[in-house]
């Protein structure tokens, strides 16, 4: 019997009509939305970091997009970058005679490249079709609780209510879905597929997509046998070291009715409940298989308590309180009440938690991608791959402070998987020891991303920047074995790089040649090549000053501090231009060009206040008049300017203290970057990015929040719009996690722990500074005004 006969059995079955409501109430933590997905980006996510779905939540046919974190499809052999270190004087000498074109030519032409390569791109592994027998729909609502990371779908017809929730588990390693419905009326068909792009996507992208998935996916094979699906598929263009094949499962359990198959597909009819299991997993040797169990007797709700006790636990350490009062709004409602003069509170927090959920999901052995963890093509913006150049580092931005410190963990142990291509960039395309990390990368550490007019193979500051995050952890968690075995490690071959790399001007001064300021162009010129860019100074400068401090923490590199030290004494000085703005490129001969979306040059105050800024309000004032004038020009409410170039900004703001300022940059982030699933967007209300779901959180959290080994600010930058609030569960640099902190008509309480004993100075906006002894593992109370 066909699938068409089975289902026509269903509406001779007897069932009486009951009334219900389909309207969800709203989470705790998480939201309601009353529109189900017209398109990928608009479905409910969900993840444990490893798998991830999206939900489009369509009641009668429903699609579920699974993707893995190592999906990354293969595109043939990688290309090595040829050995022209030797000749890094050729480039040199044309940057110096302002040849700047000809330099980024000549770069492309060592390559040995046809043109721009990314990296192999991160796409989805399958479809979950559900197609459900029932009625008209009566009523309809959606959610996604945060604390639980359960997304539920439910409506009415003139039978009842039905309910369909899925989560991903981080115990059990596996998505667990469940139907519920009025006795017997769980009938459904479920398959597997490729992507498919029914959803309203543009005709060249779903052109685009499917000629790739043509000329790169291979051999699928998926099968359906008593009440399991299983799918396999091989890549056209694998190579040693990529994946090879990539394997998944379905199990139905049914209780109650019928299951049976049909070709490929399990159908299940006239069921009371039932309950679907689905595991993904890469095959990386050839002819090799897959180990998937999908044999556990545990329900439903076994598994999630499980999946809770580690998800629930890391997402509720910490939680922001602003006065929001609407949190049983649809997010439709919500971001319609939202605007400039009124950013509605209530969706700030939600915005909040939902940016910490996302990243959490996406955060498993590998860090969040340009899409965290999800994906809908398989032409993916950008490749969906690590950007380095600003991507991932907003998306990692508040995994220290937000109390997440486990998650940084993923993203130090990819770069240092990535080394051994690192290592052959610096040598082959700079002729240096040591690592510099490509703008782009994936799979491999090789750095393609040149073009003749894309000068990405210039940009030198990466594994400073990366280094960063390895010595901020330690700074956080007090971990000195990560110090010792992971962190200045990698610290010091991104110092020996610029050892190499470095050579001394005609002014005494050290010269970075040749450089990129992040994929801008100096207004002068004709080229993204050039030299001393700004934010590659500030990189190093930072790196040098934090090796050296690890090294003395630890006893070690005592020969070589006296070489790093010498190399910060000739960094170039910073540079303020005629319009009282730092200037990009630290050279009187490279023009700035301020229309652009990254805000590079702002480096150093990204996440601190470097003593020689904060001893220098000229240069301050400079740092302050970048925001202003992007602030003014280019963030107005038609700009389609990417949303972590926002996070930019607002991160300085805070840094300076300049409240407005950086409420002016949340003004934008809440109102213009998110859809009715709380998934954040790079562009205005488009193209689905997690660089503000890490990025929006940090810059909230260091308005409120500002932290330095032995020193605290609270409320460093507390808008006037914020009389009163509360945040809870911080993790300040030194050990310390600040339990509660409120505030309200001038007055500042807050509860402190510390993982050390320690005397840590304090101050409440620009009112009292105290110096308070903490004690390891007490709680401190403290009342302060501001």
């Known amino acids: 019997m066909n699938t068409s ?411 240092e998987s990535i080394v051994p291509g690192m290592e052959t960039s610096a040598q082959n395309i700079f002729g240096a020891r040591g690592v510099v990390l490509p703008s782009r990368s994936t799979t491999l550490g090789y750095n393609n991303a040149v073009a003749p007019n894309f000068a990405g193979g210039f940009w030198v500051g990466g594994a400073s920047w990366a280094a960063h995050f390895f010595y901020d952890y330690y700074l956080y968690t007090g971990d000195k074995e990560f110090l010792r075995d992971h962190a200045l490690p990698f610290m010091e071959k991104a110092a020996l790089f610029f050892e190499d790399y470095l050579y001394e001007g005609p002014d005494g001064k050290l010269m970075f040649s040749p450089t990129q300021s992040p994929e801008n162009t100096p207004g002068n010129t004709d080229s993204q090549g050039s030299f001393n860019a700004t934010s590659e100074i500030a990189m190093a400068k930072e790196l040098l000053q934090n090796v050296i401090l690890a090294s003395r923490e630890l006893g070690v590199n005592a020969e070589k501090i006296p070489v790093w030290t010498a190399m910060l004494d000739k960094m170039p000085p910073y540079l303020i231009a005629e319009n009282g703005a730092v200037k990009e490129w630290s050279t009187p001969l490279l023009d700035d060009q301020l229309g652009h979306r990254h805000s590079s040059q702002l480096y150093a105050l990204f996440d601190g206040m470097p003593p020689e800024i904060a001893s220098d309000p000229e240069l301050r004032d400079a740092f302050k008049k970048v925001i202003e004038i992007k602030l003014d020009r280019h963030w107005k409410e038609s700009s389609g300017f990417m949303s972590f170039g926002v996070v930019q900004l607002g991160l300085v703001a805070a840094s300076l203290g300049e409240s407005e300022l950086a409420h002016g940059c949340l003004v934008h982030l809440v109102n213009r970057y998110w859809l009715n699933n709380l998934a954040s967007m790079h562009n205005h209300k488009s193209l689905f990015n997690m660089d503000i779901s890490g990025g929006m959180p940090a810059v909230i959290i260091k308005m409120l929040v500002a932290s330095e080994p032995g020193r605290i600010d609270l409320l460093a930058a507390l808008p006037e719009q914020w009389s009163e609030g509360a945040i809870e569960g911080v993790l300040c640099r030194g050990q310390i996690e600040i339990k509660r902190l409120e505030w309200k008509g001038g007055k500042v309480s807050a509860v402190l722990v510390s993982g050390k004993d320690q005397v840590v100075s304090i101050r409440a906006g620009d009112g009292d500074s105290v110096r308070v002894e903490l004690k390891k593992g007490e709680a401190t109370k403290l009342e302060l005004s501001t």
């Not at 980024?104 to 043109?115: C, I, P, V, Y």
């Not at 679907?276 to 090799?288: A, C, M, N, Q, T």
């Not at 580690?310 to 605007?339: C, P």
């Not at 965290?372 to 991507?391: K, L």
Request: aromatic share 8%; glycine share 10%; with cysteine.
């Open 5 to 415: 006969a089975l289902f026509a059995l269903i509406p001779c079955m007897l069932f009486l009509a009951v009334p219900a409501a389909a309207q969800l109430q709203a989470p705790d933590r998480g939201f309601i939305s009353s529109q189900p997905a017209t398109t990928w980006e608009e479905g409910l996510i969900t993840g444990n970091g490893t798998i991830g779905a999206n939900v489009f939540g369509r009641p009668l046919d429903e699609t579920v997009i699974f993707t893995h974190e190592r999906m990354f499809m293969p595109q043939g052999l990688p290309t090595v970058p040829p050995d022209n270190g030797a000749r890094i004087g050729e480039i040199r000498d044309l940057i110096a005679e302002g040849k700047y074109k000809e330099a980024t030519g000549l770069a492309f032409e060592f390559s040995g490249q046809r043109g721009f390569m990314y990296p192999d791109p991160f796409v989805p592994v399958f479809d979950l079709r559900i197609e459900m027998v029932g009625d008209e729909q009566e009523s309809y609502s959606r959610s996604v609780n945060f604390e639980t990371g359960e997304t539920t779908v439910a409506w009415t017809d003139k039978y009842g209510r039905h309910e369909r929730k899925l989560f991903v588990s981080r115990a059990a390693g596996i998505a667990v879905m469940r139907m519920k419905a009025p006795e017997g009326r769980v009938s459904f068909k479920a398959s597997l597929s490729p992507r498919s792009l029914s959803d309203k996507l543009d005709e060249k992208t779903i052109n685009d997509s499917n000629n790739r998935f043509l000329s790169n996916v291979k051999d699928i094979e998926t099968e359906a046998k008593g009440s399991n699906i299983t799918w396999k598929n091989g890549f056209t263009n694998a190579y040693e070291g990529s994946i090879q094949t990539m394997e998944g499962a379905v199990r139905v359990i049914a209780e109650g009715g019928q299951v049976s198959t049909n070709g490929d597909a399990v159908i299940v009819l006239s069921a009371d409940e039932a309950t679907l299991l689905i595991d993904i997993e890469p095959v990386y040797e050839p002819g090799g298989s897959a180990s998937i169990d999908l044999s556990t007797d545990k329900t439903y709700d076994e598994l999630l308590a499980e999946h809770v006790a580690i998800h629930g636990e890391m997402f509720n350490r910490v939680k922001l309180d602003l006065g929001g009062d609407e949190h049983e709004k649809t997010t439709e409602e919500l971001l319609a009440a939202t605007s400039s003069e009124n950013l509605n509170r209530t969706l700030i927090e939600k915005e909040f938690d939902a940016g910490r959920y996302n990243i959490i999901c996406a955060t498993g052995e590998l860090p969040p991608v340009l899409q965290g963890v999800w994906g809908g093509t398989y032409v993916p913006g950008w490749a969906s791959d690590y950007t380095h150049n600003g991507n991932v580092p907003s998306a990692i931005a508040s995994m220290l402070m937000g109390n997440t410190p486990e998650l940084m963990l993923a993203y130090t142990s990819y770069i």
